[in-house]
């Protein structure tokens, strides 16, 4: 059942019923409103935690107006204006003689306006220079380590002096003195809060503030969404412009925007009225008159004048909005019963009672004077986002109904799709399969079929038992490696590699050939997710060939081979692998083939095809016994692999 349904049900309830469910509803709705006051009041008297008490300095030696006396912190001047002569407050600390290696710090949490932070007679801090920390909104923290040449053992004076420019009274709350790792995490925790999270809200402000005059350009029958973009642009701008402390070509232009909070409370009630039902009227313009006022005194006069008339202007007329609104939205829930009126109202109590708790603390009847009001206005555009967003989703719920028909044609469609497109998936599967049996076929012709003419060959003759059984493991072995090149190793040539390294050490131990392997960077070689079977076997068959060269014709006693991944010229990750033996090596010939052995020249021309079939690059070098080229002696052969592996086989034809 809609709102509509449950208005019309209730015109046809009698009179006392009607009467009686009303009232029903608004003690409902203030006993939630009354629950949220308590919990915001239960939140607000919660105390951060704060640094060890051992380093808190409360105990002063305050010099105001030329009268010195003992203070406690926290404390509130009665001052509105000392800029010449601010209150000073003097009071010492201990650093204990075992502390000299640690750094210390000055904690300041709270204050109002600016402070300047003196230790032993030397200036460490003074927050005029953050224009972030001079708003009389913020609670900005402020933190500065001591050098460690001001610091002695034993007694050392601090002093702080509290500038006051308004509009409300000076304030400075207690101060720490101590390790900063004991400090710090205080100050971060204050700065996440009262720093990073306003500066998060005024943006999520600019953003909604952008969304909302997009909806008021393409809806212009609906005036609320440019109000309220309007306020959401005026907030924006309080939260990011910067104090002035002196007159600048931009200080009356900071002035009247820092100063405009009486225009945006305006704007919002504005927002408030029309989303309720509300009609603008001639007399709406009222609303407007303390903003105006207090823009006119920032254009015409001076900082003074305008902080003064904040008090009296700025103040009371967001109190006043706040409770007009309070009041229109609970008629405006009680009437529509919606999600949207509900959150609204919610968010509205939730400001008034941070702005009652603001007020107390500016009257020092509250007593830490921290200012919620201004981080509390993020409750409204949560309210507001979580309405409009509820309104967006009725919408959209209309909208289903028309679609109904399209869901349908589109879900007959994609049953046409999905049939089309196994088709083609088991055509590409079936022409897969057919790829790799024709692989496998030819890598058993090549590998083990030679090996089993062989063995037939050496069976024929009648005395090549010795030769057979040579025969024999040799295809054992090649069918192995062709077993072993069809398992999924996630692109990872490493396990392949792993593989390959037991099967060279059985080779090499019955020759007394150490094989001495180095993996020259942590990673190995990179993973190829587009590595095939057939890419794995052509690699390790060129190793193979390389290691099986070393033993049968360098007669080598050392085997290396290094592994790692190099940068190319382009920037992409190459994987190298390099077999290098310490025997005697041979000449090649100008076209990179073995001089005087044709079958150790086919042997080098099948390396490189197989090299060029996977898109690797084989570098090939070999110093003969006698020779001085270079800082090693034997045959190396480097392995290059691609970035990328080719998807055909057959790249070298």
Known sequence: MNDHDEDATAEQLPARERRRLQTSRLVQYLLLQALIVAACIFALRQSLPGPPAQYQ????????????????????????????????????????????????????????????????????????????????????????????????????????????????????????????????????????????????FSSWQAILAVILGIMWVMRRHE??????????????????????????????????????????????????????????????WIIFIPGALLALAGLFGNQTMVRALFLYLAVPMVGVSLLIMAVVTARSMLKR??????????????????????????????????????????AMLVAIGAG??????????????????LVTQVREAEEKLKASFAREEERARAAALARERTRLMRDLHDGLGGQLVSIVALSERGNGSAGIGDAARAALKDLRLV??????????????????????????????????????????????????????????????????????????RRITVRIETLAGADGLDRGCITVEDDGQGFEITSDGAAAGAIKAARGLRNMRSRAARCGAELELSSCTQGTDQGDHQGTRVRLTLPHRFPDSDGAAG
Not at 522 to 543: D, K, S
Request: net charge neutral; proline share 7%; glycine share 6%.
């Open 337 to 378: 019963r919606n999600v949207a009126s509900l959150l609204l109202g919610c968010a509205v109590t939730i400001m008034l009672t941070c702005w009652i708790v603001d007020l107390l603390s500016v009257f020092q009847m509250m007593p830490n004077r921290i200012f919620t009001a201004r981080l509390s206005y993020s």
């Open 57 to 200: 300095v409360t105990a002063f030696q305050l010099t105001e107006a030329g009268v010195e006396r003992a203070v406690t912190l926290p404390y509130f001047s009665p001052l509105r204006n000392a800029m010449n002569d601010p209150p000073r407050f003097t009071g010492h600390f201990v650093r204990a003689a075992g502390e000299a290696a640690r750094a210390w710090s000055v904690f300041v949490p709270r204050f109002t306006n600016g402070v300047e932070v003196t230790v032993n007679g030397v200036v460490i801090l003074d927050s005029r220079r953050d224009p972030v920390a001079n708003r009389p909104d913020r609670n900005t923290p402020q933190i500065a380590v001591i050098p460690a040449s001001v610091l002695h053992d034993g007694a050392n004076e601090v002093s702080v002096r509290l500038f006051i420019w308004g509009p409300i009274s000076g304030f400075l709350d207690r101060i720490w003195v101590g390790p900063d790792e004991l400090l710090r995490p205080s100050y971060n925790l204050r700065t996440l809060i009262f720093v990073t999270l306003p500066v998060v």
């Open 388 to 405: 409009l967003t509820w309104r967006f989703a009725r919408a959209l719920n209309q909208v289903d109904g028309f679609a109904g028909r």
């Open 223 to 284: 005036p609320a969404y440019g109000v309220l973009a309007a306020a959401m642009a005026v907030g924006v701008g309080q939260a990011f412009l910067q104090t002035p402390m002196g007159e600048t070509p931009f200080s009356r232009l900071n002035v009247i925007l820092i100063s405009s909070a009486p225009i945006e409370s305006g704007l919002v009630l504005t927002f408030a009225l029309l989303f309720s039902g509300w009609k603008w009227h001639r007399y709406g």
């Open 483 to 556: 077993i072993d090149s069809m398992d999924d190793i996630g692109g990872d040539l490493m396990l392949a590699l792993g593989s390959w390294r037991e099967r060279a050490m059985a080779q090499l131990r019955p020759h007394d050939i150490a094989l001495d392997w180095r993996a020259v960077t942590p990673q190995g070689l990179p993973v190829h997710p587009e590595l095939r079977p057939w890419h794995v076997i052509q690699i390790v068959r060129l190793l193979d060939e390389a290691v099986t060269n070393a033993v049968k014709h360098a007669y080598a």
